[in-house]
């Protein structure tokens, strides 16, 4: 089974579409490439109701469209038979655990995206001059972030963890001994948490030109029994299953056999391809 468990439903130009038409145009482009199944993930920070998490300004300006029109679509996509599942993709921001929970109880998720994209309120993936990158040593912003991803994993709100190792998003690495002791401390909380990985074709079209996570990582989750989905990340229909077959050489190469699949946030194993 082929599945791409990480898109964002835009119609043209990239605008929001939580529309049938605009899930419509994202089936269409997983069947001509075999995918079997696909979830879409929207950005938590999108929906109205959620602004009470948000202080960022690039938060605060997309924070106005409908969490009920957007589940709706998806939900009444899936009653008519589509190979679709409704998930979000959740910035994970610690000390609202709680807050986030309450406001996603409602509804009805098959799973959901734990990421990292801000850390204190500072961008990890918008530019290598700004954000972290600009005020702390690469190292440093490394440790922040498998920090934070570990209490992603650890914070029990999230069913996979997305992009694991985004930080590597602009090439700018530490020292390879560091980057091991990343992986394992990380791969350690990963497994405690019960909580999957994905394995994201994103990262090839960006400047680090590579799948996430890297091979070392993804190798310290089988070797933990961590499970994985499959992701392209597309924001446009043309990019759904976009390079799977780096995808599925990657899982393979690290032993996996079996891709995660959800419903209602109860997973099973599928045979992987
Ligand atoms: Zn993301
Ligand atoms: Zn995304």
Same mark, same amino acid.
């Given at each position: 089974?082929i599945v791409?468990?990480?898109?964002? +439903?835009?119609?043209?130009?990239?605008?929001l579409?939580?529309?049938?038409?605009?899930?419509?145009?994202?089936?269409a482009?997983?069947?001509?490439?075999?995918?079997?199944?696909i979830?879409?993930?929207?950005h938590?920070?999108?929906?109205e109701?959620?602004?009470?998490?948000?202080?960022?300004?690039?938060?605060?300006?997309?924070?106005?469209?409908d +969490?009920?029109?957007?589940?709706?679509?998806?939900?009444?996509?899936?009653?008519?038979?589509?190979?679709?599942?409704l998930g979000?993709?959740?910035?994970?921001?610690?000390?609202?655990?709680?807050e986030?929970r309450?406001?996603?109880?409602?509804?009805?998720?098959?799973?959901? +995206? $734990?990421?990292?994209?801000?850390?204190? *309120?500072?961008?990890?993936d918008?530019s290598?001059?700004? $954000?972290?990158?600009?005020?702390?040593p690469?190292e440093?912003?490394?440790r922040?972030?498998?920090?934070?991803?570990r209490?992603?994993?650890?914070?029990?709100?999230?069913?996979?963890?997305?992009h694991p190792d985004?930080?590597?998003?602009?090439?700018?690495r530490?020292?390879?001994?560091?980057?091991?002791?990343?992986h394992?401390?990380?791969?350690?909380a990963?497994?405690?948490?019960?909580?999957?990985v994905?394995?994201?074709t994103?990262?090839?079209?960006k400047?680090?030109?590579?799948?996430?996570?890297?091979?070392?990582?993804?190798?310290?989750?089988?070797?933990r029994?961590?499970?994985i989905?499959?992701?392209?990340?597309?924001h446009?229909?043309?990019?759904?299953g976009?390079?799977f077959?780096r995808?599925?050489?990657?899982?393979? *190469?690290? *032993?996996?056999?079996? %891709?995660t %699949?959800?419903e *209602?946030?109860?997973?099973?194993e599928?045979?992987?391809?």
């Open positions: 089974m791409d468990y990480h898109m964002h +439903l835009r119609g043209p130009e990239e605008r579409a939580f529309s049938l038409e605009g899930v419509e145009r994202f089936v482009r997983a069947a001509e490439r075999g995918v079997d199944e979830g879409f993930t929207e938590v920070y999108y929906f109701q959620t602004r009470q998490l948000w202080d960022r300004q690039y938060q605060l300006e997309r924070c106005k469209h +969490l009920d029109e957007y589940v709706h679509a998806v939900v009444e996509s899936k009653r008519r038979g589509m190979p679709v599942k979000l993709e959740v910035d994970y921001v610690p000390g609202r655990e709680r986030l309450d406001l996603l109880e409602p509804y009805p998720w098959d799973y959901l +995206l $734990g990421s990292v994209h801000w850390i204190e *309120g500072h961008s990890v918008s290598p001059e700004s $954000g972290l990158w600009a005020d702390l690469v440093e912003v490394w922040r972030y498998f920090i934070a991803l209490g992603a994993a650890r914070s029990g709100l999230f069913d996979v963890l997305s985004l930080v590597k998003i602009f090439g700018m530490p020292a390879p001994e560091k980057i091991a002791l990343h394992e401390e990380t791969a350690d990963i497994e405690a948490s019960g909580v999957a994905e394995v994201s994103a990262g090839l079209r400047p680090v030109g590579e799948l996430y996570p890297d091979p070392d990582f993804l190798e310290a989750c089988r070797a029994g961590i499970t989905t499959t992701a392209s990340d597309a446009v229909p043309e990019l759904v976009e390079d077959d995808a599925l050489e990657l899982a393979r *190469g690290a *032993g996996y056999e079996t %891709v %699949v959800f *209602g946030r109860v997973s099973r599928e045979p992987l391809g």
